[in-house]
């Protein structure tokens, strides 16, 4: 299984690395667990790996989940604007967020738009990630 996971992941790289040119502006794209553990990524140079850690992942999933006890519904995404970059973070396909860094003024509604291609094409690692959780609650049941 630790096999068929990793070789999941490793396509699952490949194909935002390819998403990750499609838009002009997009520094980096990140899908991680609730808990902010990064499973894929790309980024380009603009964007430094210490920029995006598990830390800021994880503070933005939980903010969205805070977020969605408004009463106003759930929250599909959080989209944060800085002086050097603008951050989106999707959480509309748990366990599987995704959080795309780019410049200011890159295109918002493009960056939505790519988040529907990769909510479909994040589907054999959202199947992964699932397996991996239910066999980790089952193994612990049986100790």
């Not at 990793?6 to 690395?17: C, L, R, Y």
């Not at 790519?114 to 054999?124: I, K, M, S, V």
């Not at 959202?126 to 609650?137: G, I, N, P």
Request: net charge negative; hydrophobic share 45%.
């Amino acid at each position: 299984q630790n096999l068929y996971f990793s070789i999941v992941m490793a396509v699952g790289d490949e194909f935002i690395a390819r998403c990750l040119s499609r838009l002009p502006g997009l520094f980096g794209i990140f899908v991680s667990d609730k808990d902010g553990c990064i499973i894929c990524k790309a980024y380009t140079d603009e964007l430094k790996d210490s920029c995006v850690d598990s830390t800021l992942l994880a503070d933005l999933t939980l903010s969205s989940e805070q977020a969605s006890k408004l009463m106003l519904g759930a929250n599909k995404y959080v989209c944060s604007l800085y002086k050097n970059m603008q951050m989106i973070h999707f959480s509309q396909d748990a366990p599987l967020f995704v959080t795309m860094v780019a410049a200011p003024g890159a295109n918002i509604g493009s960056m939505l738009q790519l988040q529907e291609t990769l909510q479909a094409q994040l589907q054999p690692i959202k199947s992964a990630v699932l397996d991996t959780l239910q066999s980790a609650a089952e193994s612990e049941m049986n100790q």
